[in-house]
């Protein structure tokens, strides 16, 4: 698609996979207009997402994916070590970041590596 001034413009999708509560909502609206919804939904347990799922079976070479570990500003309450974390992405062969929707730390990073990878794979 050809933009205004000339550059080109792409429309990506990115699926935000977890369990309940983990956090993607927020993420999104952290990352779309810079919002946190206190009340989007009751935390079940605190968690620290860790969620791979089969995603290769249904997946071509222009999918990115990455493991994201949201919520790491409860770092005192943290289950998952950032080695453990990172481990697991390496196995997986996946990008790896710790994010907080509630204080933004590396919200746009995420999308931006994320985005940025797929372009990569596309142009
Ligand atoms: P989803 O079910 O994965 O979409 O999770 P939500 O985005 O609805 O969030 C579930 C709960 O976790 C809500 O109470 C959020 O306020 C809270 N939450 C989401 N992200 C964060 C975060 O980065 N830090 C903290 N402390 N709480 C979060």
Do not use: P, W
């Not at 001034?5 to 956090?23: H, M």
């Not at 206190?38 to 997946?59: P, Y």
């Amino acid at each position: 698609m050809a933009e205004a001034g000339g550059g080109e413009e792409y429309l990506f999708k990115i699926v935000v996979i977890g369990d309940s509560a983990v956090g993607k909502s927020n993420l999104l609206s952290r990352f779309a207009r810079d919002e946190f919804d206190h009340n989007s939904k009751a935390t079940i347990g605190v968690e620290f997402q860790t969620q791979v799922v089969d995603l290769d079976a249904h997946c071509d070479t222009t999918v990115a994916r990455m493991l994201v570990g949201n919520k790491c500003d409860l770092e005192n309450i943290r289950e998952v070590s950032v080695d453990e974390g990172k481990g697991l992405a390496e196995e997986e062969g996946l990008f790896f970041i710790e994010t907080s929707a509630l204080d933004s730390t590396n919200v746009n990073k995420a999308f931006e590596i994320v985005i940025r990878e797929i372009y990569d794979k596309v142009s």
